[in-house]
């Protein structure tokens, strides 16, 4: 069977994952959230995970808005 590789998770910029990987452990720790060392996140709850995402995203987003509000001023 032929692979779909249209995965919305797959990085543009391959040299970003460090970043979003500390990223994700600094969310997690202003969230009260604790991540695991390891990477294994198992034992967490589906909400725990949600909220370390949608404010990873929201992050992202704000740092977009202000790179493209600098650039266009």
């Known amino acids: 069977m032929a692979q779909n590789n249209?995965?919305?998770?797959?990085?543009?910029?391959r040299q970003a994952s460090g970043a979003l990987e500390q990223?994700?452990?600094?969310?997690a720790q202003e969230l009260g959230i604790?991540?695991?060392q390891d990477g294994y996140a198992g034992n967490l709850t589906s909400y725990e995970n949600?909220?370390?995402g949608g404010f990873i995203t929201k992050r992202l987003v704000?740092?977009?808005e202000q790179q493209?509000?600098?650039q266009f001023q």
């Open 34 to 36: 604790s991540f695991p």
């Open 50 to 52: 949600g909220s370390i």
């Open 6 to 13: 249209n995965s919305s998770n797959d990085l543009v910029v």
């Open 68 to 70: 493209l509000a600098g």
């Open 23 to 27: 990223m994700k452990y600094e969310v």
């Open 62 to 64: 704000t740092i977009a």
